[in-house]
């Protein structure tokens, strides 16, 4: 709002002692503390996962997974137009777009991929709709860290779209579930999903997958967040845009530097650290380089 003297009506535009003004302003405001709180710091665990998958050892389920991330796009390379999700048998579009988290157990797992009715009971993989068996490779590895990727089921070879990552170490999924691939980034964003969960499941906040899509390197912004601009021609009022947080890689002498830079860029990049020493320094350097 102009009124107080901001040089912009877009709060990403703003500079970092206007945005300290805000939250005092919107306290003495009766137009603008009667409205929704607003945001104004990056949210600290961001809106983006990244994950691997293990071709090699359950293609199956990898390529019906990626094919879902894809919303009707190849494969095979990159698009510069979006266009619709092919219709399932179901009669949904065959995406993970706006679906949701619909279990999310603290200690143990969160699972989506229910994009039919979105409680755990539906869902429908690419293979004409039909539910696919369960690849013995996958079967084989083991739920034994956080972050592992994996597929919902209802027993055996009954795969379909559903999918959960772990939270922890579950040697009771080891052999009923077909694991196909591992979070490589986003690890926060897995940490704030387990504080919504809750012994039944049950999120007690609705989780959604704004949208997905296949990470190409160097091209696809890896980390960042969802914006909900001001959108007069929505009929919601809002568009949700997605706000890219610059990554930093930093090398520094001890752990106390470390965390100096990491407080002084808060929530505004994502940050990779590392301590140098004399024996590690160059190898340090080529990562940095080729990162």
């Known amino acids: 709002d102009t009124r107080y003297g901001f040089s912009s009506k877009d709060l990403r535009l703003l500079g970092g002692s206007e945005v300290s003004r805000i939250p005092d302003l919107m306290a003495s405001d009766h137009e603008w503390s009667s409205k929704s709180p607003i945001e ?7 809106n983006r996962v990244i994950v691997k ?3 090699d050892v359950a293609p199956l ?6 094919t879902l991330c894809a919303n009707g796009s190849s494969l095979g390379g990159k698009v510069s137009k979006t266009k619709p ?3 399932g048998e179901s009669g949904k579009p065959l995406t993970y777009r706006n679906s949701t988290m619909h279990r999310i157990v603290p200690g143990f797992i969160c699972q989506g991929g229910d994009f039919v009715f979105g409680n755990g009971s539906g869902g429908e993989s690419i293979y004409n709709g039909k539910k696919f068996k369960d690849e013995r490779s996958g079967l ?17 070879n009954s795969n379909s779209s559903q999918f959960f990552f772990t939270f922890n170490s579950t040697p009771q ?8 691939g591992q979070l490589v980034s986003g690890d926060q964003i897995l940490d704030y ?3 919504v969960g809750s012994k039944d499941g049950t999120p007690i906040v609705p989780v959604t997958i704004t949208d997905c899509g296949i990470y190409y390197p160097l091209e696809t ?9 001001p959108d007069s021609d929505s009929y919601t009022g809002i568009s949700s845009i997605f706000i890219v947080r610059p990554r930093v890689g930093i090398v520094a002498p001890s752990t106390a530097v470390v965390e100096r830079f990491q407080k002084a860029l808060g929530t505004n990049c994502a940050v990779v650290a590392s301590t140098a020493t004399e024996e590690n320094i160059n190898g340090l350097l080529d990562i940095l380089l080729e990162w």
Request: hydrophobic share 35%; with cysteine.
């Open 85 to 87: 999700a092919p219709i």
């Open 40 to 46: 104004c710091r990056p949210p600290v665990a961001g």
């Open 173 to 180: 999924c080891d052999g009923k579930h077909v694991v196909f």
């Open 140 to 156: 084989q590895l083991k739920h034994d860290r956080k972050g592992v990727l994996s597929m919902g089921n209802s027993g055996k």
């Open 221 to 229: 912004p890896s980390s960042g967040y969802w914006y909900d601009q």
């Open 61 to 66: 389920a990898c390529a019906n997974f990626a």
């Open 193 to 195: 999903l387990e504080t």
């Open 53 to 55: 998958l293990f071709w």
